[in-house]
């Protein structure tokens, strides 16, 4: 099975635990990243110390998956990029909820 396929199987069966909600998602909900020809899956736990979120990005089809893994405590966020033109993604904790969105600027 090829590392795409293991991915969009990956995002399916996260995607079927349940529908998103319109301001972020539920906990092990699956959601699709797509950041130019790097792609992935992204979901979270609810641990004791704070949101577990767990990325796993392919840079096309033969690309090697690469998976990282952050914990974030209420108003922390991490930004998700590229080195190449697509838009960074991203993922805030805000109370007891996590929001996904296109990142509006990225600095060093």
């Not at 079927?16 to 899956?41: K, M, Y």
């Amino acid at each position: 099975m090829s590392v795409r396929s293991s991915l969009l199987a990956a995002a399916v069966t996260f995607a079927s635990l349940g529908a998103a909600h319109a301001n972020g998602l539920r906990p092990i909900e699956g959601l699709s990243i797509n950041l130019g020809d790097v792609s992935g899956v992204a979901y979270y736990t609810v641990e004791p110390d704070g949101f577990r979120v767990v990325t796993t990005l392919a840079q096309g089809e033969a690309g090697a998956p690469i998976r990282f893994v952050t914990v974030l405590a209420p108003g922390q966020r991490v930004v998700v990029s590229t080195p190449y033109q697509a838009p960074a993604l991203e993922i805030s904790r805000k109370g007891d909820e996590l929001l996904v969105r296109k990142a509006s600027t990225f600095s060093n």
